[in-house]
């Protein structure tokens, strides 16, 4: 239960990082609440794992899933450039997040 809650926490972290982005440093409305929302919900579902998980391991994923999907969503929106290389070395980070994984 908590790599479920780990990962959809990296996931909410991606959003609050996207929300944060769309709310040009807090004067829209709708996208500042998604940020505070998605924050308060990544954090603790991040505490919520780190009872089970130590905290390195815990702590990579979720900055991990949260950093390759930002950059994905930046990428996919075109706010970002896309090369084969930046996209390898997002696999290159989601292989590094299965490994702890694997290996905990």
Do not use: N, Q
């Not at 949260?66 to 994905?72: C, F, I, K, M, Q």
């Amino acid at each position: 239960m908590s790599w479920l809650v780990l990962v959809l926490s990296g996931v909410l972290e991606a959003v609050w990082a996207a929300a944060l982005d769309r709310s040009h440093g807090f004067t829209r409305l709708v996208p500042s609440v998604v940020f505070g929302v998605a924050l308060v919900l990544s954090m603790g579902g991040l505490a919520f794992a780190m009872r089970e998980l130590p905290l390195g391991t815990a702590y990579a994923v979720w900055v991990g899933i949260g950093a390759v999907l930002t950059v994905a969503y930046a990428m996919v929106t075109g706010a970002e450039p896309v090369s084969l290389v930046r996209v390898l070395l997002l696999a290159g980070i989601v292989g590094c997040v299965v490994g702890l994984k694997v290996v905990s």
